[in-house]
C-alpha cells in the first residue's frame, strides 16, 4: 500500500526558510510534486521533479525562492523554501506517479497524495 507523509511545515517570519520533506513508502516514485492551496483559493502547482534524472519544474512565483530536489535511496523528496512571503503560506500537499512517470502540473495526473503540511509565514 503506498503512503505518502508530508513535514516541516511551521510557523515562520517573512524572509525565513522552512524544508518540507514527502517520504513515500510502499513503492518508488517517478515523478513527485508539490502543489498548495491557500485560504479561500484553489490549489495550484509549486514544483515537481523526476526520480530518474532529476529533472524539475516549478511555478515562476516561486523561481529563485524555491528548490526541489530527492534523494532517491530514501524514496523521499525534499522542497527548499527560501526567502518566503505572506503569500505563500498554505497547506503544501506533495503527489506522485509510480511507474510511468508525468511532466504534468495538473492534479488530476497524479494517483496519490499526502495529507498536507502547513506553512504560516507571518509578515
Known amino acids: 500500500q503506498v503512503h505518502l507523509v508530508e513535514s516541516g511545515g511551521g510557523l515562520v517570519q517573512a524572509g525565513g526558510s522552512v524544508r518540507l520533506s514527502c517520504a513515500a513508502s510502499?513503492?518508488?516514485?517517478?515523478?513527485m510534486a508539490w502543489f498548495r492551496q491557500a485560504p479561500g483559493k484553489e490549489r495550484e502547482f509549486v514544483a515537481f521533479?523526476?526520480?530518474?534524472?532529476?529533472?524539475?519544474a516549478l511555478v515562476d512565483s516561486v523561481k529563485g525562492r524555491f528548490t526541489i530536489s530527492r534523494d532517491n535511496a530514501k524514496n523521499t523528496v525534499y522542497l527548499q523554501m527560501n526567502s518566503l512571503k505572506p503569500e505563500d503560506t498554505a497547506v503544501y500537499y506533495c503527489?506522485?506517479?509510480?511507474?510511468?512517470?508525468?511532466?504534468?502540473?495538473?492534479?488530476?495526473?497524479?494517483?496519490?497524495w499526502g495529507q498536507g503540511t502547513h506553512v504560516t509565514v507571518s509578515s
Open positions: 510502499g513503492a518508488t516514485f517517478s515523478t
Open positions: 503527489a506522485a506517479v509510480f511507474g510511468t512517470p508525468t511532466l504534468s502540473t495538473r492534479e488530476r495526473s497524479y494517483d496519490y
Open positions: 521533479i523526476l526520480r530518474s534524472d532529476g529533472s524539475s
